[in-house]
């Protein structure tokens, strides 16, 4: 059997084909439309349905029939090239948009890594690798704020039907994304040694998740904290530090539940209504707000995670407070006897009063006139430092005024008068 020797064009189309996953026939038939197109377009007044076209896969001649009779314009193949090209990129185009969302319908419900590529008014645009997400407003976290380039691991929400074509949602408030990172983080969860069986959370504020071992001898809270926090902080500082987790354990026995539930609340004593999903929990009076929460955030979410509405309420005999000691009791004749010797005071008191203000009276006007004979005193001596400040200040003047006449005539007096004066006052110091 001879060799089929194929063109370029027929090699071009099976790589093309093979490469993106194409199949040739499918390609050819669509070509064969598109150069049906473009001849009514060249031939405004043509049915279309009254014409046919042939498109040799070997050399990729195309040819129009019409009535069985060949009526290619001269030069059509050009246009026929342009055409089949012109297709064949569209329908990769439309090819790898099908498999990548193919790709994603498997992902739903898992988590992702991401890259903000851009803001569309409120929607965050997330680079997702072979394609790009959106995040509306709905499925972001009210505080966290996002910046360009931001690195983000994210929730495959769903895939729905936009402007464009069908579009990859992914969220950052769903609860899918805490079970996710759960599941990364945990190696226990991951293998479903730890099983996830409630989650509640209040993007941005808190969560809380209840976990239950399923093998003897695994603790799932501690699994879920690791070792000195180091699971748990790693999963917070995937929302940036803004959001706490609380870790509890699951309960088949609706009491335990509840208070598993409002931890870190502790000393509880709960009642519950099955029928009517009614929780009365009675807490010590120092525990009622750590209970209740900050805006009552502890008690909703513990309310949504059990399923259970729970109503609070203080009761003193739950606390652990040291109480006042109590008053021993008197005897009646002693509180008899009490009372007269209160009454007897009650009537000396107005006389005392009186007396008690007039010599108040009396003290303060002594301590007034005290206080006046100390600043008088103060301002005296005051007076008589600046006088002998004044006095030696004008001796000084004095002193130097006459210094300075003696240097002066010391000056004006000869050499010989001056050694003269000074014989004669060592003869004057002289004895007789």
Request: hydrophobic letters at 35%; proline letters at 5%.
């Amino acid at each position: 059997m001879p060799a089929i020797q194929r063109s370029e064009f027929a090699l071009a189309l099976n790589q093309v084909s093979n490469e993106r996953g194409l199949d040739p026939a499918i390609v050819l038939e669509t070509v064969k439309n598109a150069i049906l197109a473009a001849y009514r377009k060249d031939h405004p007044g043509s049915e279309l349905e009254e014409y046919t076209a042939t498109l040799d896969a070997n050399s990729g001649e195309a040819k129009i029939f019409h009535d069985k009779e060949d009526v290619t314009p001269p030069g059509f193949g050009r246009i026929a090239a342009q055409t089949a090209k012109q297709v064949i990129l569209q329908k990769i185009r439309e090819k790898e948009k099908e498999a990548i969302i193919s790709d994603f319908k498997l992902k739903i419900g898992t988590i992702v890594n991401g890259m903000v590529l851009r803001f569309a008014g409120p929607n965050v645009i997330v680079d997702v690798g072979k394609t790009e997400a959106i995040m509306p407003p709905s499925e972001q976290i009210p505080n966290e704020k996002y910046h360009l380039n931001q690195r983000l691991v994210i929730y495959v929400l769903e895939i729905k039907e936009g402007v464009k074509g069908e579009e990859v949602v992914v969220s950052r408030a769903n609860n899918g994304l805490l079970e996710g990172l759960f599941k990364r983080e945990v190696p226990e969860v991951a293998q479903g040694a730890v099983e996830i069986k409630a989650i509640e959370r209040e993007p941005g504020n808190r969560s809380k998740i209840a976990v239950a071992s399923n093998q003897s001898g695994i603790d799932p809270v501690g699994s879920c904290v690791g070792q000195k926090g180091v699971r748990v902080q790693a999963i917070i500082q995937e929302f940036n530090g803004i959001e706490k987790i609380d870790i509890i354990q699951w309960q088949e026995d609706p009491k335990n539940y509840v208070t598993q539930a409002l931890s870190p609340a502790k000393e509880l004593q709960v009642e519950v209504d099955e029928k009517e999903k009614i929780a009365k929990v009675f807490v010590a009076p120092e525990e009622l707000s750590l209970a209740i929460g900050k805006d009552g955030q502890n008690v909703r979410l513990a309310s949504k995670l059990t399923g259970y509405r729970i109503e609070i309420e203080g009761k003193a005999e739950l606390s652990k407070l040291p109480e006042e000691p109590a008053k021993p009791k008197e005897e009646p004749k002693v509180k008899a006897k009490k009372e007269k010797v209160e009454k007897v005071k009650t009537e000396e008191v107005p006389v005392k009063t009186q007396e008690a203000s007039v010599g108040e009276d009396t003290a303060e006007e002594k301590k007034d006139e005290e206080t006046a004979e100390v600043a008088k005193e103060i301002v005296q001596a005051a007076a008589e430092e600046q006088n002998k400040e004044k006095i030696v200040a004008e001796e000084e003047a004095k002193i130097d005024q006459v210094l300075e006449t003696a240097q002066a005539e010391v000056k004006d007096q000869p050499a010989d008068a001056t050694h003269q004066a000074l014989q004669a006052g060592e003869t004057a110091d002289k004895p007789s």
